[in-house]
């Protein structure tokens, strides 16, 4: 049974940095794109980045470019997220997924992932 449990996230500052994990058990991630999506209090679940197979190709939300960069380490069935300048706006619950269709292109379509973790809260405030 597949199960992703996120970790990493907590209170920081403005300008702060954090990693986010999301790990997988029961399932190996090697074939599937990863996503990171987040969702702030009263606001719907939007993408915030993924990351194909390989690694190769990464994707990335406008508002987070430059700022975040997605990782993963397929022999600990891991994928990463790092956090630098973190904003207030930053401020949402985290969760990672994984895209249903094998081999896919990651596209930050909410609608490609599923087995969602139980997520992991990040807040950005001084």
């Known amino acids: 049974q597949l199960q992703l449990v996120e970790s990493g996230g907590g209170l920081v500052q403005p300008g702060g940095s954090l990693r986010l994990s999301c790990a997988a058990s029961?399932?190996?991630?090697?074939?599937?794109?990863i996503g990171w999506f987040r969702q702030a209090p009263g606001k719907e679940r939007e993408g915030v980045s993924c990351?194909?197979?390989?690694?190769?190709?990464?994707t990335y939300a406008d508002s987070v470019q430059g700022r975040f960069t997605i990782s993963r380490d397929n022999a600990k069935n891991t994928v990463y997220l790092q956090m630098n300048s973190l904003k207030p706006e930053d401020t949402a619950v985290y969760y990672c997924?994984?895209?249903?269709?094998?081999?896919?292109?990651?596209?930050?379509?909410?609608?490609?992932?599923?087995?969602w973790g139980q997520g992991t809260q990040v807040t950005v405030s001084s």
């Open positions: 997924g994984v895209d249903r269709t094998v081999l896919r292109l990651c596209v930050l379509n909410e609608q490609h992932f599923g087995s």
């Open positions: 029961g399932f190996t991630l090697d074939y599937h794109a």
């Open positions: 990351i194909s197979v390989s690694g190769g190709r990464t």
